[in-house]
Structures are given as structure tokens and as C-alpha cells.
């Protein structure tokens, strides 16, 4: 018989992608990552990732912390994370598996709890474990187009308060208490509140997209109840395997993915095993609802290890 061809998104005049599953996901191919690509291969990165959610970059390994954050910044101002501090030197938000808040293993779209929460993540491996410890990335613009329409209609009408303080423990059997520790600690050093809607506008594309994940703490309007059972609706339509895909990391992988349109979560089955990643991340802006409201700010410190929080949100409207 003869090989199956490789599937390749032939659209783009500088890169080769090769789509890894139905619905999210490509590799980039034959690609050097570095700060000075030219700016046509720049676009074509931010054309192909809006496209498919999440780009895959194997063994970058010519990428350090400073060339990792200058290639970031091709793409837009890079920020720190609002309450973790960042990697000395840098913006970087590192994710240690040996410390307490190194496993991200909830789903959840990066920072939803500020008002103009971020556009683009790039993610850099930097230790990887001999097994397990690989990301599931899901589409949320898909899941939003797969919603029957009545769900759709009701989806459309719905906002939802984010924030950084909530249930750590929610979906999780038992939590270490290093882990604990750091979340009350670190992670929620400084509170912070957004409202958003449940469906926004991609500012690119166009596309509807359902606006989730566990910094979701209630949908505005309803009981405590109504809201778990709503979201977890929407939710398990979200994390659908046919919306997912899935990365087996080697060390100097590079994911990049659209934080408009994505949850991810990063699986925790490699015990004690060391996985080290660091990411940069790119300013956005606030989420648009179908009717043209733009998300807002309910809580906010009056100042974040970023320093840049009110220009941020200044510009974002």
C-alpha cells in the first residue's frame, strides 16, 4: 500500500504545517525559531495560529530565556504574570514540577481574571520528564460552533465573574499542601476579579468562542448551583476529545497557542519525575460580547508585579 500522505495546510507561503489532529493543532516543520525572522514568517506564524489554535515547534533548543521573550515580542508587548513572580531578569512565568504551583493540571485559559487578559502563550520546554507530563489544548471556537442552537442563544446572553482566588481543591481528590500553600500564598498574593462574557468575538478572526475554565467562579444572575450546572454544561463541551489535542513534550519543544480561542491542561501522571517549562506572554485585550460589551474590571490591586496592569487596561478599550 502506498504511505499516507502528510496532511499539510499548504496556505502559507513561509511555513509548513502539518495539521496533528481534526479540529486544533499543527507542527511547524523545517522552522529555526529566533527574535529576527523576517516579518513575513511573523505573519504567517499569527495567520497560522489563528487558524489552528495552537502551533507545535520541536527542539528549539537555540532558544534561551532572552531570545525566547525576543521572539515573543515580535508578537506583541510581552507581560509578566500579575501575581506570580516572574524568573529573574525576565517576564517569564516558569512552572517547576518541584515546586509547589509547577502543575497546571485544571483546565483553564491563561489569566481570564484581568479585564484584558492575555492574546498569545508561548511555552518552552526546558526539562522533560522520561514519561507522562503531556498538554491537552482544546478549541473553544469549535465547541462554541458544535453547540446546538438554542444553547448557542442561551450562551450569548451569559457573563461570568473570573478570578484568581478560586477553588483550588475543586476538582482535585487530594491537593499536596506545598501546592495549597502556594496558591493561597503566591497565586492569590493579590486578588483579582474580571467579568466577561460567556461567548466573545475573536478580534481576528471573527469567530464565537465559549469563554470558560476554573477561574469561572459564577455566572452573573444565577445561584451557586445554577452557575456550577451551566457551567459544567458548557464546559464538558469544551473539553470534548474531538475539540483536543495532545503534546508529548521533548525537551526544547515550543508550543504557541491563541489564548482567545483555547483551554489547556497539562496532565499530571509523571510523580516525581522533574518537568521544568517557561512561558512568555503576550498582552491582549478585553474579550468583545456578540452585542458589542466589552469585558470589565470588578477587583483589582493597585499594583502588580507586571507594573503595567493600568496601562494595560487603558489600552485595552
Do not use: C
Not at 512565568?93 to 518541584?98: G, N, R, V
Amino acid at each position: 500500500m502506498p504511505a499516507a500522505q502528510t496532511p499539510l495546510d499548504d496556505d502559507f507561503q513561509h511555513l509548513q504545517v502539518r495539521r496533528i489532529a481534526g479540529r486544533i493543532g499543527g507542527e511547524v516543520q523545517g522552522l529555526t525559531l529566533t527574535p529576527d525572522l523576517d516579518a513575513a514568517v511573523i505573519a504567517d506564524i499569527e495567520a497560522a495560529l489563528v487558524r489552528h489554535k495552537v502551533l507545535f515547534f520541536r527542539g528549539q533548543v537555540q532558544l534561551d530565556d532572552e531570545r525566547h521573550q525576543a521572539f515573543g515580542a515580535r508578537f506583541g508587548r510581552t507581560v509578566a504574570h500579575p501575581t506570580v513572580p516572574a524568573r529573574e531578569g525576565t517576564k517569564l512565568f516558569e512552572l517547576d514540577a518541584s515546586k509547589g504551583g509547577g502543575r497546571a493540571d485544571s483546565w483553564h485559559t491563561d489569566v481570564t481574571f484581568v479585564e484584558a487578559f492575555p492574546k498569545i502563550s508561548i511555552l518552552r520546554n526546558v526539562v522533560a520528564p522520561a514519561y507522562g507530563g503531556d498538554t491537552v489544548w482544546a478549541n473553544t471556537a469549535a465547541a462554541y460552533q458544535h453547540l446546538p442552537e438554542d444553547l448557542k442563544l442561551l450562551a450569548d446572553r451569559l457573563w461570568a465573574v473570573h478570578g484568581n482566588d478560586y477553588d483550588y481543591g475543586a476538582e482535585r481528590a487530594q491537593v499536596e499542601e506545598q501546592r495549597l500553600r502556594h496558591h493561597k500564598e503566591v497565586f492569590v498574593s493579590d486578588v483579582f476579579e474580571a467579568e466577561h462574557p460567556l461567548v466573545h468575538v475573536h478580534p481576528v478572526s471573527g469567530e464565537r468562542a465559549l469563554l470558560l475554565g476554573h477561574f469561572l467562579k459564577k455566572i452573573i444572575g444565577l445561584s451557586s448551583t445554577e452557575s456550577a450546572r451551566l457551567f459544567e454544561l458548557f464546559q464538558n463541551r469544551v473539553t470534548r476529545l474531538e475539540n483536543t489535542v495532545r503534546w508529548q513534550w521533548q525537551v526544547g519543544d515550543i508550543a504557541m497557542w491563541d489564548n482567545r480561542a483555547t483551554q489547556h491542561f497539562a496532565i499530571n501522571d509523571y510523580g516525581n519525575q522533574p518537568r521544568l517549562v517557561r512561558r512568555v506572554t503576550i498582552h491582549g485585550e478585553a474579550a468583545v460580547s456578540v452585542d458589542g460589551r466589552r469585558s470589565r474590571t470588578r477587583i483589582r490591586p493597585e499594583a502588580s508585579n507586571d507594573g503595567q496592569l493600568d496601562a494595560m487596561i487603558a489600552a485595552s478599550r
